[in-house]
């Protein structure tokens, strides 16, 4: 299905009109409200902000459906059922330059049915930052490992998916 520039253009408006509006939510799990930034929004059209690679149409059309489910999810969940954290290089302002220092990244992953679809939300934290909406994703897929039979519900990279 081929999604057109003015369909997409006209839905991206309108999700971020409410995306702004919700400024944060407060999540059972961490007992603390997440941020929704403009760091959340653009990834909904690119999979990574060092490298901007902009995601299909498709995919973007999907995650803006849907992405009025993620405050609901959010607001849900007192567990989680991914969790992600690696050392990372990222970009920090210091003496009036950008400089890259190693921090902590975190990932969280809440998957839940709402309304009758099957979603992911993924909470991002960078070193002791604030936590934010990094990107909801549908979860429809899931397909099993064989190393370790772990079944595995993202691509792989919480960054990107």
């Not at 520039?5 to 995306?19: D, F, G, P, S």
């Not at 839940?112 to 897929?141: A, C, H, L, M, Y």
């Amino acid at each position: 299905m081929e999604i057109s520039r003015e369909i997409l253009l006209k839905l991206k408006t309108e999700v971020k009109v409410y995306y702004n509006s919700l400024k944060e939510v407060y999540c059972p799990f961490f007992s603390e409200s997440i941020k929704f930034t403009s760091e959340g929004f653009y990834h909904i059209f690119y999979k990574n902000p060092f490298r901007p690679k902009e995601r299909d149409k498709n995919s973007q059309f999907i995650r803006l459906k849907l992405f009025k489910l993620a405050p609901i999810l959010l607001k849900k969940s007192a567990t989680v059922q991914e969790y992600f954290c690696e050392n990372r290089f990222v970009a920090v302002k210091f003496n009036k330059r950008k400089e890259k220092i190693l921090k902590k990244i975190q990932y969280w992953g809440f998957i839940g049915i709402i309304n009758d679809r099957k979603i992911k939300v993924i909470v991002k934290q960078t070193g002791e930052g604030e936590k934010k909406f990094w990107s909801i994703i549908p979860n429809w897929t899931t397909r099993k490992s064989h190393e370790d039979n772990k079944i595995i519900t993202h691509a792989g990279d919480l960054e990107s998916d």
